[in-house]
């Protein structure tokens, strides 16, 4: 009899119930469109936790499961702590064949969604200026997209690999969207942050002549950090606005709940299959040494979320979604302010 087969999607958590909503829909979508058993756990801030969603799965008889980071990039908590908990939760079940995917962030899945999110807001601010709505590649009677700056935010972290990819990014969204010019900012931990960047972004579109500036949040899930992305590049418009600049400011939507979205985590899952698994390990700071972080290299892999795992929700709470704010822990939404530094 051939073995059950489960899909595990690894979140981080937030402390933000809307964003944990969002990820409960996501999993739902990607079961729906797989067919298969799915289900999901988080490193903190929310429940289930990675180890208590397992030990579920293998107390209903589950003995292959496939773990998909339900996060971006390949940094930190990608590198080491999901890995960490698999590893350790293998351990302890040998009888259980536990295979871990790759990241999704550069799925063309991903880069469609991210494609309609900025289109669908680019119409928008031409429908709320009384003009028409701008098609793909700029054509339409709005403001075009050769006239436009795109403003990529990413989450941010100390894995200048990880940085990167955000650039690669914008950098395909502004030649593949026909935009003028493309910025990037971090929401946190990394630089340029989100109200330096704005302010950038300000400047050089005056300078260019642009009449348009669209932020966009490459994020999957709302949570509190979309939501400062979006105050503090509102702070700067307004600032905008109070000097009559005829400069538009625009948000665009992060991804979101999806079919685009479980195609690009059902691309990964096809992966583990055929071996394509690799993530951003060729400059990788724990394996090659790069400039600024030559102590990282070799490091040990080990995840610092065992000491903090289910934080910020109370004990005894419900597994979806339900979270209760800790008194004294410093972490943010789906990042974290000590600089996500982790070893490997």
């Given at each position: 009899?051939?073995?059950?087969?489960?899909?595990?999607?690894?979140?981080h958590?937030?402390?933000?119930?809307?964003?944990?909503?969002?990820?409960?829909?996501?999993?739902?979508?990607?079961?729906?469109?797989?067919?298969?058993?799915?289900?999901?756990?988080?490193?903190?801030?929310?429940?289930?936790?990675?180890?208590?969603?397992?030990?579920?799965?293998?107390?209903?008889?589950?003995?292959?499961?496939?773990?998909?980071?339900?996060?971006?990039?390949?940094?930190?908590?990608?590198?080491?702590?999901?890995?960490?908990?698999?590893?350790?939760?293998?351990?302890?079940?040998?009888?259980?064949?536990?295979?871990?995917?790759?990241?999704?962030g550069?799925?063309?899945?991903?880069?469609?969604?991210?494609?309609n999110?900025?289109?669908?807001?680019?119409?928008?601010?031409?429908?709320?200026?009384?003009?028409?709505?701008?098609?793909?590649?700029?054509?339409?009677?709005?403001?075009?997209?050769?006239?436009?700056?795109?403003?990529?935010?990413?989450?941010?972290?100390t894995?200048?690999?990880?940085?990167?990819?955000?650039?690669?990014?914008?950098?395909?969204?502004?030649?593949?969207?026909?935009?003028?010019?493309?910025?990037?900012?971090?929401?946190?931990?990394?630089?340029?942050?989100?109200?330096?960047?704005?302010?950038?972004?300000?400047?050089?579109?005056?300078?260019?002549?642009?009449?348009?500036?669209?932020?966009?949040?490459?994020?999957?899930?709302?949570?509190?950090?979309?939501?400062?992305?979006?105050?503090?590049?509102?702070?700067?418009?307004?600032?905008?606005?109070?000097?009559?600049?005829?400069?538009?400011?625009?948000?665009?939507?992060?991804?979101?709940?999806?079919?685009?979205?479980?195609?690009?985590f059902?691309?990964?899952?096809?992966?583990?299959?055929?071996?394509?698994?690799?993530?951003?390990?060729?400059?990788?700071?724990?394996r090659?040494?790069?400039?600024?972080?030559?102590?990282?290299?070799?490091?040990?892999?080990?995840?610092?979320?065992?000491?903090?795992?289910?934080?910020?929700?109370e004990?005894?709470?419900?597994?979806?979604?339900?979270?209760?704010?800790?008194?004294?822990?410093?972490?943010?939404?789906?990042?974290?302010?000590?600089?996500?530094?982790?070893?490997?």
């Amino acid at each position: 009899m051939e073995e059950k087969r489960a899909i595990f999607v690894a979140g981080h958590g937030s402390r933000s119930a809307g964003a944990v909503r969002e990820f409960e829909q996501a999993v739902e979508v990607i079961r729906a469109a797989s067919g298969q058993e799915t289900s999901y756990g988080f490193l903190e801030f929310a429940l289930p936790t990675i180890e208590s969603s397992l030990e579920s799965l293998v107390a209903r008889g589950y003995r292959r499961i496939d773990v998909l980071p339900g996060m971006l990039f390949a940094a930190g908590h990608v590198k080491n702590d999901v890995p960490s908990v698999v590893n350790n939760f293998a351990a302890r079940h040998p009888d259980v064949s536990l295979r871990l995917g790759r990241t999704c962030g550069f799925e063309p899945a991903l880069f469609r969604l991210a494609r309609n999110r900025i289109a669908a807001a680019m119409a928008r601010a031409d429908r709320e200026a009384g003009g028409g709505v701008t098609g793909e590649g700029g054509v339409g009677a709005g403001v075009s997209y050769d006239q436009t700056l795109l403003l990529v935010i990413g989450r941010g972290t100390t894995d200048p690999d990880a940085n990167g990819d955000i650039s690669k990014i914008a950098r395909m969204l502004t030649e593949g969207m026909g935009f003028g010019h493309g910025e990037i900012g971090f929401s946190g931990v990394a630089y340029p942050r989100v109200t330096a960047a704005a302010e950038r972004s300000v400047l050089l579109a005056r300078g260019l002549g642009f009449k348009r500036i669209v932020i966009f949040p490459y994020f999957l899930f709302d949570g509190i950090l979309v939501q400062r992305i979006y105050r503090e590049f509102r702070a700067v418009a307004a600032t905008i606005a109070g000097g009559n600049d005829a400069l538009q400011c625009v948000e665009a939507s992060y991804l979101g709940v999806d079919p685009l979205l479980a195609e690009a985590f059902l691309s990964v899952w096809s992966g583990i299959d055929t071996g394509d698994i690799a993530m951003n390990c060729q400059l990788c700071k724990y394996r090659t040494q790069i400039i600024g972080y030559e102590s990282a290299t070799g490091a040990a892999q080990v995840g610092h979320h065992h000491h903090v795992s289910g934080a910020g929700v109370e004990e005894g709470a419900v597994d979806h979604g339900h979270w209760h704010p800790d008194q004294g822990h410093h972490h943010g939404d789906t990042g974290h302010h000590h600089g996500d530094s982790h070893h490997h």
